[in-house]
């Protein structure tokens, strides 16, 4: 079995649809361009993960939600076989390690290449608590107004509810590990 890769646009498109909702209303609630959204919906444009979240929000849509696999609850996820989605112009992957949204946490496994993260505007999240593990690399992190410069092995846990945001200011790819409760991502 290979990688499921997402391409969000076309889930984000079909997401409207089927609540039967224009571009035009879905941009001014999420605070972005018609023209932007639709590039979005196009995978020609990737939104910052704060821009995705109220582009969801303004479908009464979570991300989670949005990514959601159908897999079964308990299955083993296999080295390659999870859900991944790539963020085109964000300089970052995520691959799932666990396998549905509906249990009590979720793991990422991030790649974020020099340059790229999370986009400049910092987001929160529903879930009440974010523990990140720098495995290879390092990576700038902002918790509000406090910023962290972490390296290989650093770990650090905060509120998911306190806007925040991360880039790779290295200059080598960096693997982190994002653990949260619940899931809401």
């Given amino acids: 079995m290979t990688t ?25 609630r ?4 018609e023209s932007f959204l639709s590039q979005v919906e196009r995978d020609v444009s990737s939104p910052s993960i704060a821009t995705l979240q109220r582009i969801c929000r ?12 159908g897999q079964p609850v308990g299955r083993v996820v296999r080295s390659g076989q999870g859900r991944t989605v790539q963020y085109p112009g964000l300089g970052s ?48 992190l902002w918790v509000g107004d406090e910023h ?9 846990t905060y509120p998911s509810r306190i806007p925040h945001r991360n880039t790779n200011l290295g200059d080598r790819p960096t693997r982190v590990l994002f653990c949260l409760t619940p899931p809401s991502y």
């Fill in 58 to 69: 303004a479908m009464g849509l979570s991300i989670a939600e949005l990514l959601e696999s």
């Fill in 148 to 156: 962290y410069e972490l390296e290989e092995g650093d770990a650090i």
């Fill in 30 to 33: 999420a605070g972005v361009t």
């Fill in 93 to 140: 992957r995520d691959s799932f390690l666990t396998s549905d949204e509906r249990g009590r946490l979720q793991v990422i496994l991030s790649t974020v290449e020099p340059g790229g993260g999370t986009g400049p505007d910092a987001y929160a999240h529903e879930s009440d608590e974010e523990c990140v593990v720098i495995l290879e690399g390092s990576l700038d």
């Fill in 4 to 28: 499921e890769e997402l391409v969000l646009g076309s889930r984000l498109k079909a997401a409207r649809r089927a609540r039967r909702l224009t571009l035009r209303a879905v941009s001014e």
